[in-house]
T-cell receptor, first 111, second 113 residues
């Protein structure tokens, strides 16, 4: 079964708007990661947030983590057409030494 | 530049044939992983290795085999026992298992013909 489930499955926005996608998971974690995948390519690591952190920023990306709700969100501000990709969260299941990926959110940014 | 190289980019397999997907990294990472991705799906873990000469089954290891004779290399063999091998295969590595981000290769798309 999937540990992380992203929501929404697909999102279409205009360039310049903000995009928010969410990830829910089932078991306790040590950390959670977000990745981006362009069509037909490998995944690119965006941000890792540890279970004792609540928020983390990297450029136009902002990730929040709420361990009480077992959820995380990824916010992309001032989106660009180049942000068009699928975004995945991955959780470590509390130290199982292997990350489990969700099914992803497909983001389309319209120019 | 450091990174992970997967080859080939596209691979076609005939029924009943074994094929091997290559994964090489020059990042000096200890841990390496193989994932399978089906259309519209997330990634599912096939095998992972924390150190040389050691590897563990992931969630969907049946029909696959791996070896880890060198730190830099983690080839995946898709055997004839894998009944539905058509998929996108991704190799990844990390400094250690569990607590660091993964670096992914660009993937191999395997198609059964």
């Amino acid at each position: 079964s999937q540990q992380g489930e992203e929501d929404p499955q697909a999102l279409s926005i205009q360039e310049g708007e903000n995009a928010t996608m969410n990830c829910s998971y089932k078991t306790s974690i040590n950390n959670l990661q977000w990745y981006r995948q362009n069509s037909g390519r490998g995944l690119v690591h965006l941000i890792l947030i540890r279970s004792n952190e609540r928020e983390k920023h990297s450029g136009r990306l902002r990730v929040t983590l709420d361990t009480s709700k077992k959820s995380s969100s990824l916010l992309i501000t001032a989106s660009r057409a180049a942000d068009t990709a699928s975004y995945f969260c991955a959780t470590d299941g509390g130290g199982t030494y292997k990350y489990i990926f969700g099914t992803g959110t497909r983001l389309k940014v319209l120019a | 530049d450091g990174g992970i190289t997967q080859s080939p980019k596209y691979l076609f397999r005939k029924e009943g044939q074994n094929v091997t997907l290559s994964c090489e990294q020059n990042l000096n990472h200890d841990a390496m992983y193989w994932y399978r991705q089906d259309p519209g799906q997330g990634l599912r873990l096939i095998y992972y290795s924390q150190i040389v000469n050691d590897f563990q089954k992931g969630d969907i290891a049946e029909g696959y085999s791996v070896s880890r004779e060198k730190k830099e290399s983690f080839p995946l063999t898709v055997t004839s026992a894998q009944k539905n091998p058509t998929a996108f295969y991704l190799c990844a590595s990390s400094i250690e298992t569990g607590y660091y981000g993964y670096t992914f290769g660009s993937g191999t798309r395997l198609t059964v013909v």
